[in-house]
């Protein structure tokens, strides 16, 4: 069970603190788990009585004997102070009643909790009460009284002990069939972290009853569970992906060094002396597949995707900005292992901060660089920018994160790869489709035509092709796609100067997505693809490559 929580409860209930804050949903586990130290003479040397109280049975007597006339707070603390014998006492959801924060209490259960505080700091014999409430709130008049106690959401142990029950109680009947050996249920357990012990139960029964299977598919049905957890905070945004690492065209050297990263977080790997990664930050030419990365990540690894937007972090309130910043890290933890991807991360984070905000953005940026550099959690971190020299230089340093990689304009083996993509995508339709064979005599002609585009950009060029078709309700041609690349103008031309200074700042400061091999020949780009030439030795890669080359 929850070790560290019954430590920190019985050192606070021997130094004969008055007055413990519990938040937490699952009452029936802190009670459990104060019941269970409160008798424990290990722990406290003197057992206590336990009471309990909460507004519709009143203040229940060790004998589970509800004491008349107590289900109002303020008569129910009365009759605590007469109480004569070491003893805990649990009152459920008792904010309601003292307010805080913005929210107003009565003033007569305010002031016999600060009587109740120095009765029992003072008193004769040992007592002690315990605040169980879903939400953190504390009246200003309370803050010297009250000592909050940390209570941990179930641990993966806690976890796996409620999976192998429910797996225990159901094979037997033969209706549910387990597909699940030791690693597929260590990943579905560790899916499950973030959820309390009965949101857990939940999502692995909603998992049986699906399909009669409980397997490694079943890990989106936790997802779901979690996606609820994660949107009530408010903070971060569960994105759904479909894609994959191989529906990312190119950045084989991006798409090595995380594929040698996946699983990681399992145990076997912690046996084997490995760390959690702690993440990328990837820069680069826009619209050349940062975004796409991410999402492919979290589908390919199988974890959850939570998209952290900056923005929402900043708000009026003096202070709220940082306690934001401290809710979103703690909903990632809790929802570990996971993806976090952090958008356009320079927007956020630009060196200097905002002015005029009395250093709020430099706080926030500090919480969340320490965390970067602290954390211990499996959180993998996926920062993309498209402006990496506005960043501060700290964030860069090694220890924030594992790699540094630049995506460049794509090459035209990679431009080959987005069209072949691309195109199939956007022909299953046998309408669509009738009139164009794609061989590599097609890809070739237009990974010549689109030197210069981003993916983004030759994705925009095969869907303009498609309108010229639907326009006049007939199939794709060739002409349309080659039509939709010479009406564009890309990015690398109207933001020349812009990617150049990119492409300087990268050379020799970040890892090439791309790998080596994939490099046009020079003297050959837009004439061939590489996959039927390729690089001859000797052949040194053209000097719009960014990025250092490292072979994963």
Request: net charge negative; aromatic share 6%; glycine share 8%.
């Amino acid at each position: 069970m929850a070790r560290p929580f019954r430590e920190a409860l019985s050192q606070l209930l021997k130094a004969r603190f008055p007055i413990l804050y519990v938040e937490s949903y699952e009452e029936h586990r802190v009670v459990a788990e104060v019941t269970a130290v409160a008798r424990d003479v290990a722990l406290v040397r003197t057992p206590r009585a336990v009471w309990t109280w909460s507004a519709t049975e009143g203040l229940v007597q060790p004998d589970g004997t509800p004491r008349k006339g107590t289900t109002d707070p303020e008569d129910a603390l009365n009759a605590v102070l007469r109480i004569d014998e070491p003893s805990v006492l649990m009152f459920r959801d008792l904010h309601a009643a003292h307010g805080g924060g913005d929210r107003p209490g009565s003033p007569g259960v305010v002031r016999r909790l600060r009587d109740v505080a120095a009765a029992f700091k003072s008193g004769p014999v040992a007592r002690a009460l315990v605040l169980i409430s879903p939400m953190l709130r504390i009246p200003v008049e309370l803050e010297k009284d009250v000592t909050i106690v940390d209570f941990p959401l179930p641990t993966e142990h806690e976890i796996r002990m409620v999976l192998e029950g429910m797996i225990a109680a159901n094979s037997a009947s033969g209706r549910i069939r387990i597909g699940l050996d030791e690693v597929g249920r260590e990943r579905l357990a560790k899916a499950a972290l973030g959820l309390t012990l009965q949101e857990a139960e939940n999502a692995f029964a909603r998992a049986m009853v699906n399909d009669g299977v409980l397997d490694l598919d079943d890990i989106a049905v936790v997802h779901e569970e979690q996606r609820q957890t994660v949107r009530k905070s408010g903070l971060l945004e569960f994105v759904d992906v479909d894609v994959d690492l191989a529906d990312v065209g190119g950045l084989e050297n991006l798409k090595r060094w995380l594929a040698k990263r996946d699983s990681s977080w399992l145990a076997e790997a912690a046996e084997y002396g490995l760390p959690a990664p702690r993440g990328v930050l990837i820069t680069g030419v826009p619209g050349c597949g940062k975004s796409l990365t991410a999402k492919a990540v979290a589908a390919s690894w199988g974890l959850p995707l939570l998209r952290f937007d900056i923005g929402r972090v900043f708000s009026g309130l003096v202070g709220s900005s940082e306690q934001n910043v401290r809710n979103a890290i703690r909903t990632a933890e809790a929802t570990s292992p996971c993806v976090l991807w952090v958008d356009e991360i320079e927007k956020g984070f630009a060196s200097g901060g905002a002015a005029g905000d009395s250093g709020t953005s430099s706080r926030v940026f500090g919480t969340f660089l320490t965390w970067l550099q602290e954390k211990t959690e499996p959180v993998f971190v996926i920062a993309t920018a498209n402006n990496i020299e506005s960043l501060p230089p700290e964030m860069l340093r090694k220890g924030r994160f594992d790699e540094i990689f630049f995506v460049d304009l794509p090459t035209i083996a990679e431009r080959a790869s987005i069209w072949a993509m691309h195109i199939a995508k956007r022909m299953t339709h046998p309408a669509v489709a009738r009139d164009l064979t794609v061989d590599d005599a097609l890809l070739k002609e237009l990974s010549g035509l689109s030197e210069g585009y981003s993916g983004a950009e030759l994705e925009q060029a095969v869907i303009a092709g498609l309108f010229d078709a639907f326009s006049e309700r007939r199939p794709l041609r060739k002409d349309d796609l080659i039509h939709g690349v010479v009406n564009m103008v890309p990015l690398s031309v109207t933001q020349a100067e812009r990617i150049s200074a990119i492409r300087a700042w990268a050379n020799m400061r970040a890892v090439a997505a791309t790998a080596a091999e994939d490099w046009d020949p020079p003297g050959r780009s837009g004439t061939t693809i590489a996959s039927t030439a390729p690089t001859q030795p000797g052949d040194a890669p053209p000097p719009h490559i960014g990025g250092r080359s490292v072979e994963f």
